[in-house]
């Protein structure tokens, strides 16, 4: 069905790996076939996005909090510490660890050491990277590898991939089946 929303972490991320092949089908699809230059391409993952939020709560969710690492700059660092009352040190020491390759830091734990329930206690001042997710508002095409990762953990970028599957026309030759965790829309 064309408008379910599969939000079955456990579904997704099965049907995510055992699709991976075709999801790499789909980057080469988009990349070399869809027709669509940047913008209206970028205008209908905005659009398709927008349709899926309406259906999945964040902050029922939080998988994204619990398997992803966020990357924080020592501003955001400086910003969060200011925030929770620390010095820079502390935050350093207590939640995140430095990551050289990329100059700036992550958190030493997984879930996020801020995620509170299912709720992030540091929401106002959050890493640019949390505030972004799942990164489908701009540059899709060149994000796409990004994307496609995600789509394993995040419902939103999940169904917003297989969305703009049947809408770009790709034909992929995985099998379909039962689809645990769907929720229709309201």
């Avoid at 902050?59 to 010095?87: H, K, M």
């Avoid at 700036?104 to 509170?116: E, G």
């Avoid at 001042?125 to 799942?134: D, M, W």
Wanted: net charge negative.
């Amino acid at each position: 069905m064309p408008h379910e929303i599969i939000t079955d972490l456990h579904h997704i991320q099965r049907t995510t790996v055992a699709h991976e092949a075709d999801n790499l089908a789909f980057r080469t699809f988009v990349t070399l076939e869809v027709p669509l230059s940047d913008r209206p391409l970028n205008a209908l993952v905005q659009e398709t996005t927008a349709a899926v939020w309406q259906h999945i709560d964040c902050r029922e969710c939080a998988n994204c909090c619990r398997v992803r690492q966020p990357v924080f700059s020592r501003a955001e660092a400086t910003r969060i510490a200011a925030y929770l009352g620390l010095t820079l040190e502390d935050i350093r020491t207590r939640y995140l660890q430095s990551d050289a390759d990329m100059g700036k830091y992550i958190t030493r734990t997984l879930p996020c050491p801020f995620l509170d329930g299912a709720l992030c206690s540091i929401y106002e001042v959050r890493p640019a990277v949390c505030a972004q997710y799942p990164h489908l508002h701009r540059n899709f095409r060149s994000r796409l590898p990004q994307v496609l990762d995600n789509a394993e953990t995040c419902p939103i970028v999940y169904n917003v991939v297989e969305r703009l599957k049947r809408t770009l026309g790709f034909v992929d030759s995985a099998p379909t089946g039962e689809n645990p965790g769907v929720t229709p829309p309201a």
